[in-house]
């Protein structure tokens, strides 16, 4: 590999697995499955697809297009990249207030329930209760990949009280906390070059210190659930552990959902990106971040090449991208930190 094989991989993988699996979000497992056959599904020839006719979400949408998984996470990394890594709570989301704004993406139907909520307050100058700023879905999670590029792991109370800033808003609770946190040290050990028991050991441990931050909450505990998957699908073939995933753990837009399923995909299928997408998409429930999730943590694992060519040249025709320009330019301002 070269010395950017990684670093290209990991934000053009977050973007291939939202975009392939924006036309089955929010569907059940049988709609997923009546959709692939429908559309001519493939995955050489036909990864990306139409939303379908049938979905219940109207969203403007088009075949190959990304979501706010990879709009918000783009705008995060060019944040930090203008503000050389620091964040500002106050700076950030005022930022992102504008950006969301500009770009029409609430009316475009594509941002997520918590960021939504919090830019429209912002923007309206409105106060916040905690219980308002308290959300548990994936958006946090998603963004804080960008974060793997130039963080230390070894600095992990810094680490974690920036993601705690990120979080301020929008996903501030122990759960999205603690998700965002493991995603993050999945990433950055595997850009370390990291094998799949280093990755897993550094996302739990940040899992389950991470849940020590923001609002203390009823919620399920992502750490926990993600450890038990992860050891309970080691005893089962991959037919049971997908049924499992999808039957018992859900994959719904909660992050203490989707990321232990997004891990659990991975752990199937670490070198093999077509069969981790489709896995993905199988499970049904928010499947643009559970492939976006798990499309993230093969590239850093393995590298761009894990990519079929055709998809990446896909995905750049029909998004205006710079995601390798800026996947390097965050992982320069690890010299500068």
């Known amino acids: 590999m070269s010395d950017y094989d990684k ?103 594509v941002i997520g329930p918590s960021t939504g909520r919090a830019v429209t307050k912002i923007m309206r100058n409105e106060k916040f209760t905690i219980s308002e700023r308290a959300g548990f879905s994936n958006g946090l999670a998603l963004k804080a990949a960008v974060l793997a590029y130039f963080l230390p792991l070894e600095e992990q109370k810094s680490n974690l009280e920036k993601i705690e800033e990120l979080a301020y808003y929008s996903h501030f609770s122990d759960a999205a906390i603690s998700a965002a946190a493991g995603f993050y040290a999945a990433l950055a050990a595997a850009l370390a070059g990291g094998d799949l028991e280093q990755i897993f050991a ?16 009823f919620q399920p505990s992502s750490y926990q ?55 993905a998409v199988d499970l049904g429930g928010d499947t643009d971040s559970t492939a976006a999730i798990t499309g993230a943590l093969i590239g850093a694992y393995n590298g761009i090449g894990i990519f079929n060519k055709n998809w990446v040249e896909e995905l750049n025709q029909v998004n205006s991208l710079s995601l390798k320009e800026l996947g390097r330019s965050l992982f320069e301002l690890r010299k500068n930190k």
């Open 225 to 279: 659930r993600t450890k038990f998957l992860l050891e309970y699908i080691a005893d089962l073939n991959k037919t049971e552990a997908l049924d499992f995933i999808a039957e018992v753990m859900g994959t719904g837009i909660n992050s203490y959902e989707s990321v232990p399923a997004a891990f659990a995909v991975f752990k199937l299928f670490p070198d093999n990106a077509a069969k981790a997408f489709a896995a």
């Open 7 to 109: 670093i290209d991989a990991l934000l053009i993988g977050l973007a291939l697995g939202d975009a392939h699996g924006m036309p089955f979000e929010m569907l059940n497992r049988a709609d997923v499955k009546k959709h692939k056959k429908n559309s001519g599904y493939d995955l050489n020839n036909n990864f990306f697809v139409e939303i379908p006719d049938f979905h219940f979400l109207r969203r403007d949408l088009k075949k190959a297009e990304i979501t706010d998984d990879t709009i918000l996470a783009s705008h995060l990394g060019r944040y930090l990249v203008e503000n050389k890594g620091k964040i500002n709570k106050e700076d950030y989301f005022s930022s992102l207030g504008q950006f969301i704004d500009e770009q029409k993406l609430i009316t475009k139907g």
């Open 202 to 217: 550094a996302a739990l441990d940040y899992m389950e210190q991470g849940e020590k931050y923001g609002l203390q909450t």
